[in-house]
């Protein structure tokens, strides 16, 4: 998986919980990327990251934010966790943008209940 | 509407046969197309991306095809194996200049390898 950790693997919660999910890279790369897969869609972008503290929204950034503050790390965090959040959650990096390969982590598996 | 259509939505097929898979696209102004592999329970594989100007490109037994006029792609999957079970997933990139090109998403072919 192209140097990406995700942790945790698993996590079941509770609704109204808060839930910080991490993403790790060893490749320095510097563009990071939160996304969901949940069924009858496509992967879809929660948010990204273009650096350091340098972060934006992607199309379903709604309930969660994210933090940069070391290139390796990248944290999506659901303040208060619904259950229209559960769902597989990917980070992925590349080494910059346009016609650049992205590399995907293993997946978190999240359950809100 | 910028959309990315995939076709089948499954397939299943048998061991040493070939396959080929379909995406339509929308998205304008186009940037690349990418080819994904997704195994079960793991993270998405980058198989091939195409930009405007290729319209082919192989990665062992998988070759993709580009008719950015037609704005239609193909994935072909040659000599079958059972690992080549997986869902595939067509990835369509927006250009929008300095900022993050944006990527659409296919829902994906799952691809079922029987022996």
């Known amino acids: 998986d192209a140097g990406i950790t995700q942790s945790p693997r698993h996590k079941v919660t509770e609704t109204g919980t808060p839930v910080t999910l991490r993403c790790h890279q060893t490749e320095n790369h510097r563009y990071m990327y939160w996304y969901r897969q949940d069924p009858g869609h496509g992967l879809r972008l929660i948010h990204y990251?273009?650096?350091?503290?340098?972060?934006d929204k992607g199309e379903v950034s709604d309930g969660y934010s994210v933090s940069r503050s070391k290139t390796e790390d990248f944290l999506l965090t659901l303040e208060s966790a619904t259950s229209s959040q559960t769902s597989v959650y990917f980070c992925?990096?590349?080494?910059?943008?346009?016609?650049?390969?992205?590399?995907f982590g293993p997946g978190t598996r999240l359950l809100v209940l | 509407k910028n959309q990315v259509e995939q076709s089948p939505q499954s397939l299943i097929i048998l061991e040493g046969k070939n396959c080929t898979l379909q995406?339509?696209?929308?998205?304008?102004?186009?940037?690349?197309l990418r080819w994904y592999k997704q195994d079960t329970g793991r993270g998405p594989v980058s198989l091939t991306i195409m930009t405007f100007s290729e319209n082919t490109k192989s990665n062992g037994r998988y070759t993709a095809t580009l008719d950015a006029d037609t704005k239609q792609s193909s994935l072909h999957i040659t000599a079958s194996q059972l690992s080549d079970s997986a869902s595939y997933i067509c990835?369509?990139?927006?250009?929008?200049?300095?900022?993050?090109?944006?990527?659409?998403f296919g829902r994906g072919t799952q691809l079922t390898v029987w022996p």
């Open positions: 995406c339509n696209y929308t998205v304008s102004p186009f940037s690349n």
């Open positions: 990835v369509v990139s927006a250009d929008r200049g300095s900022t993050l090109g944006r990527l659409y």
């Open positions: 990251s273009y650096g350091v503290k340098d972060t």
């Open positions: 992925a990096i590349s080494p910059g943008q346009g016609s650049v390969t992205q590399y």
